[in-house]
Structure formats: C-alpha cells, structure tokens
C-alpha cells in the first residue's frame, strides 16, 4: 500500500525565523509515527503546514499518492486528516452528540433535529472505541480526559485516516493514558496513520512505530524506535542525554522555614501537615484532583482554608490575599500559566514585575527605572530568549515564559517558592535550564515546594515527597525511600 | 518578528494622525466654512467635551470593563449642579458636589462588578436606567435654564487665544497618560485587562483596583457634563445620551480592544478628533445626517477590522 503521507523538501519562512528547512516525512498506513523535538525545533509548523493551517513555501506533498498543491484546513478534512490538540477544541457548551454533527445535525422528516439518531450514531462511534460517555452530556461536565476522548472519537467518526495527536496524555492520568493507547492501537490495526507528538519520551516506546526527530527547523533522523533508546533520542534532540538532567546538587537542608498545620479546605483536601527546611526541594505527588494544587494555592493564600495553620520561620501567620503572601516573600507558580502566571498579552517587561510592583512604587507612582532594571536582571540571570523587555511574553516559547515566571518570584525577592508543574509544556532543553536555576537558588538558600505529576521529575529534583491522595496525605517519602512502585501505589489510595 | 507594544501604539497613532491631516485637508478644500477660527473653536470645544469622556472609558476599556451609563452620568452632573446653582449655593462648592455625585455612579458600578460579580456590560446598563431616572425625577424633566453667567462663561473663555475647554482636555489627557505609563495604578488597569486571575494572583487586590477604575471613568464624565452644561449654560435633563458609544467609538478607534489590555491616551484623544471633525465636516458638506450615521458606523468597523486583521497577522507569523 502506498504511503498516507510523503511530503519532501518542506520550507517554511517566517520573518527572521526558518521554522522549516527541507523536511522529509512520510507516514504509513497503520503506523504511529512519533514526532519529537525542542519547542522551536518546528513540529507544530510541519503539523500546521500538514493540516492547511500555513502554506509552505517550498516543497511537495502528496497524501493518498495524490500530489497536493494548495491545502486549506477544509481540503485537508476532505482528505480525511484530522487532529486532537491538547487543549480541546470542541464546543464545550454542547453535547458529546452535537459536537459529532457540528453544523450538520440529522433532520427528522419534518426538518427539525433528529436527536435520537444523531444520540444513537455518535454513541455507537463511542461505545465501539469502549468509552463509556453519553452522547447526551455536555462535554463541559465531562472531565478534560473524556473531553479529550471525545475529540479522538469525533476524528473516528468523520473516518479520517491521518490522525494527529498534539500532546495528548498531558493532562491524563495513568489509567486514562492506557485507554488512550488502547484506542491507537485499535486505529493502528484498523490501517489508519497517526502521527504522535509527545515531550514525554519514554511512552514514545510503547505506542510508537517510527519516530522523526527534529531539530531547529531541520530533520535530524527518522527511524523505527525499535532502534533507538529514551537516552538516543534525548541527544539526537538537544545532544545532552537523559543523566544530565537531574543531577541537582544536594545540600543537607536548614532550619525548617514553613511549617503547615491540619491544612483542611473541604472537600478538596484535609488534615495536611508537613515541615519544610531551608533549602529543601518538597515534592507533592498525587493523580489530578488530588489536591495537590489546592494545597498550594491556600498556603499561598489564594483559597481561603477551613482550619489549620501555617507557620513562617516559627511565627504563625495567616494569609487572606495573595498580596499577602507575596510580602512575606513566597512565589507562586501556577500550573496553568496562561491563565494564571503571566499576562498573556503585555510584555516581558511588565510581566517580570508582576509581583514587584508594590516594592517599586512610591505613593502610586513607579519608578520606571527600576522597572526596567528589574526586567534587565530577569533576562539576563535566567537566559530569558527575547529580542528585548518589551516584546509581548505571547510571542516567547514556553520555556522562556516559565523563566520569566519564575523571574518575577525572585525579583520580588521570595524566599519560598510553590512551583506547581513548572515544566508543563516546556521542551527538554528548557527543562533542564529551569532544573539547573533549582538547583542554583536551592544552594542560595531558597526552599520550594514542587508540584510535579511527572514521576521522574518529582523523584529526580525532590528532597523528600508528600503523596496526597483525593486530599488525603499518603505520607511523606524521604529521597533514599523513593521508588517508583511504591509512588504510584500511595497515589491510587493504597497503603504502602 | 511582530512588533513589540510600544512600536504599535506609535503605528497606530501615527495612521490616525495622518487621517486627521486628511480629513483636514479635505474639508478645507471642499468647504469654504471649516477652515475658520470660529469654526475651528467650535469644534475644539466639542471635541474636549466627549473627548474627556473618551479618556475615562479608556481606563475602564484597557481593564477589558465597559461603562454604559457616562452619558446619564453626563447628565446627571449637569443637572444636580444647576440645582444647586438655582438654590443660590457658590459655584465652589456646586461644581465638586456633582463631581462627587457622578463618581458615585462609578462607584456603585465598581461594587456591583466586584461584589457581586455582574459583568461591567449589564451593571452599568443597569445604572445607566436608573440614574437616566433619577435625572428626571431631579429636574422635573424640564431643562434648568438662566444659570448664573460666571458658570457659562468657564467654556466661553479662553486663555491666550485658547479655549479654556480645550486646555482642561489636554490636562486631563496628561493625567491619564502619566497615570497609565507612570503610575501601579495603570500597570494594575493593563494587567487586570490581561487576565483578572493573574492580576490577582500577582497580589493585586481586585476590589479596591474595580472601583477606582469605575470612579475615575465618571468622574471624568461628570466633568464632561460639567463642561457641556456650562456650553448650553443651562442644566439638560436628556443630555449625554448616546455620549457611551462616541465615547467606545473613540477609544476603539484609537487602538483599545475591548479585549483589554490595550489602548492608548495619545490614540483615544485622535480617536474622538476623528469623531467629531467628520461630525463637523459632514454637516458642512450638507450630508444627511442618517448618512453621516452610515459613515461613522463604517468607521469603526474598518478602524477594528484593520485592528483584527494585524493582530491576526501578529499571531500566525
């Protein structure tokens, strides 16, 4: 059978960027082709150039054998190539079912909608890939897993055969990512082609058949990953292997700065106490909806709590504002970034003082100097990328987005940092840069509370790690305990 | 590389600097009546009038809010001090008393938006009815004429050949542009405009921030109404009504987005020349004044739509 996808000398210019610079790529029928890469190395300019989205400037493409010359989103539909991004692109206010017929819901016979076929049509499309959803609920009140599964199904349903996959286990548990590979695999026999992008390497291996590793906007290699190892592709990526990454230097921590109490915001989480010391890294794992976020937004007063207390270096203290939190020196950073850590729209300038503005101001009025010094020093100590302060943060990767978070925690000068997720979608190389700024401000005496549902990354950077489980503590986990077994199984509410 | 803010605040004031150059340019070759002093004054006195308004609905545009009721706001100002005028109380103190009276009305938008969390659309429609309202149970619903002549003289004077209308705009446009590049108040107004949850998570404290923002914008429209009573130089019970959309248009046009976090002083005070010259020059012309409407609508359909269009291009590059 001829291949689903060839596309040769792929060449896409930006102003001042070549995001593409003569990709090869090709995808077989009934294949899992992973895509991997920095952020920038120009994956999502293939998918988009792939999905209509950009036009190329040079190269071929020939989907189905057919040589194609102009591709618009609707012709690459009508070709039968689809994608489920990671945050989901449906309309959340209507039903499992209506999202299925978008603009083209069955009529009755009288010309009004017929809903029982269009409920029965879709739940079959649903009930065949084994998803127990109702076509009738609002996809809203479905949790993000089956949103995101329904987005797959919806794909299935419009019998597409080229199907992309943008980070689709970011926001999934282990269980759901199991289902989710039970579903490719059934797409994979049925001879569909699926191209797969992922920051997370090791499930790249049990779901995957080629991988294409690219790199600053070139195609390094593509090869089946029976060939290669996670430690293989990490130096094809960025030519640093996986060893690196977590070597953070230990240092016996200090005197304990952060003492939480019977922490109890019900129903989130309840009776949560722990101690951590200066210069401490303190995991927190636990499954989505454990409350793991929850904690960490009521210490940083964001949430009020039901009972409990908080202790700063000894004294109790108590915060109903972030404002307040702020003044006694901890950061937040917030797992949702777009939506929480920075704003979105103003500029790197702004934005590195988001916290400090308090600090640099005088009856109101700013000291724009300082403002300026204060976003000078972000850039230059955390190797922000942009082409000057006043760039929109928009326009930065996300690497250099989440540098700049964590910049404005420092300028503001925190002692304590709540880091909840902070290398979500971040690329490998900018993941090891924000290990390696830990490391440097854990030496300086900083301490910080790390969010992480990524298994290695919490057991890699943290000192000792609390397991929450449906906001209930597992238990605390000293570092020479660690082991990923027993993790996962305080995770999922069994006893060690 | 897409531009950063600064250089799209001087792009977009330099294009519309250069539509009034034409606009003015047009009307002095098409009419014989627009290119005179008088003229030209009375345009100016207009133009500060509605162009104040304009630098109040920036503030609550930029904090991505919009304020429906300046133009009963307008209104009620005028009127409360031609009450207090006609009660023989000084100008001294009738002229901070409606002020006062105005920025109230902002500052019950400021608590319904904060405290009970309606959206800034539907509170201040629903303050706009209530003080149109109040306006008229006020004055009777009759205009409150023969005010003494030192408050009509205020927009009749001048002050070395310029109307001392005009010197109050462009001061307050100095506030508002000091007060937005110079001040934590504005960076609060940008990033609240950017997200309410990162500003409050930066430890912005929201409801303080909601009503100095509402209060502001009234205020600022109660000085607009201060300034029209005092042209009319009697108090008007209708007047300011359909001032909330010239006052959106304007700062639209000058580059806001009702987005938020966006819009500059500089471009809302072109925005409102914009408004007010093809005002002025197409009752010159003799154009229908339905037509006039047609052109105005278009507009601010295309000044947005040039907006969308850039932006557009901004996020795909």
Known sequence: MSDLITARGLTKTFPGVRALDGVDFSLRPGEVHALVGENGSGKSTLIKILMGVYRRDAGEIEIKGRPIHELTPEHAQALGLAAVYQDVTLARQLSVGENFFLGAMPRSRWGGIAWDEANKRSGAVLHDLGLDIDPRSRLQDLPVAKQEMVAIAKAVFENSDIIVFDEPTALLTDDETQLLFSIIRRLREAGKGIIYITHRLEELFSICDRVTVLKDGACVRTLPVGEIDQDGLMRLMVGRSMADMYTIRRLPPGEPVLEVQGLTREPRFRDVSFAVHRGEIFGMFGLVGSGRTDVLRAIYGADPIDSGQVRLNGAPVSFFHPRDAIEARIGFLAEDRKNQSIALSLSVRVNANLTSYPAISRLGVLDVAAERQNAADCIAQLRVKTPSDQQVIRNLSGGNQQKVVLGKSLISKAQILLCDEPTIGVDVGAKSEIYKIFEKLTAEGITILLVSSYLPEVMGLSDRILVLYEGNPMGIVARRDFDEEKLVRLASGVAA | ?317
């Not at chain 2, 799209?8 to 627009?34: D, M, P, R």
């Not at chain 2, 006020?138 to 001048?158: C, D, E, K, N, Q």
């Not at chain 2, 609060?188 to 950017?194: A, E, K, R, V, W």
């Not at chain 2, 201060?226 to 909330?244: F, N």
């Open chain 2, 1 to 317: 590389m897409p531009a950063t803010r600064r250089k799209f605040t001087l792009e977009t004031s330099a294009t519309l600097g250069l539509i009034i150059v034409l606009l003015f340019a047009f009307l002095w070759a098409t009419t014989s009546a627009f290119m005179t002093w008088e003229n030209l004054v009375n345009l100016l006195r207009q133009t500060s009038i509605n162009g104040v308004i304009a630098l109040g609905m920036l503030l609550v545009i930029i904090s991505a809010g919009i304020d429906l009721s300046v133009g009963a706001v307008v209104a009620i100002a005028g009127i409360v001090n031609a009450l207090l005028l006609k009660a023989g109380v000084p100008l001294i103190v009738t002229v901070p008393v409606s002020l006062l009276v105005g920025a109230a009305v902002g500052l019950l938008n400021g608590v319904l938006i904060y405290d009970f969390g309606i959206t800034p659309f539907i509170a201040s429609l629903g303050t706009m009815t209530m003080v149109r309202g109040l306006v008229m149970i006020l004055s009777g619903a009759r205009m409150i004429a023969s005010l003494p002549a030192g408050f009509a003289h205020l927009s009749m004077s001048t002050a070395l050949g310029i109307p001392t209308m005009f010197l109050i705009w462009m001061a307050l446009f100095a506030v508002t542009a000091t007060l937005l590049r110079y001040t934590q108040l504005g960076r609060n107004m940008f990033i609240i405009g950017s997200s309410v949850e990162v500003a409050r998570l930066s430890g912005i404290r929201l409801r303080r921030n909601t009503y100095a923002i509402y209060s502001l914008c009234s205020l600022f429209a109660a000085i607009g109404g201060l300034l029209l009573s005092s042209r009319l130089s009697m108090g008007v019970p209708t007047a300011g009504i359909g001032y909330e959309l010239d006052a959106i248009a304007a700062v639209v046009i000058g580059g806001g987005s009702l987005m938020g976090a966006a819009g500059s002083a500089l471009g809302a005070v072109l925005g409102a020349i914009i408004m007010q010259t093809i005002h002025n020059g197409g009752t010159l012309l003799g154009i229908d004044p339905f037509a006039l409407q047609i052109i105005i609508g278009a507009l601010i359909l295309v000044s947005v739509g040039i907006d969308q269009v850039r932006v557009r291009r901004r996020s795909t590059t």
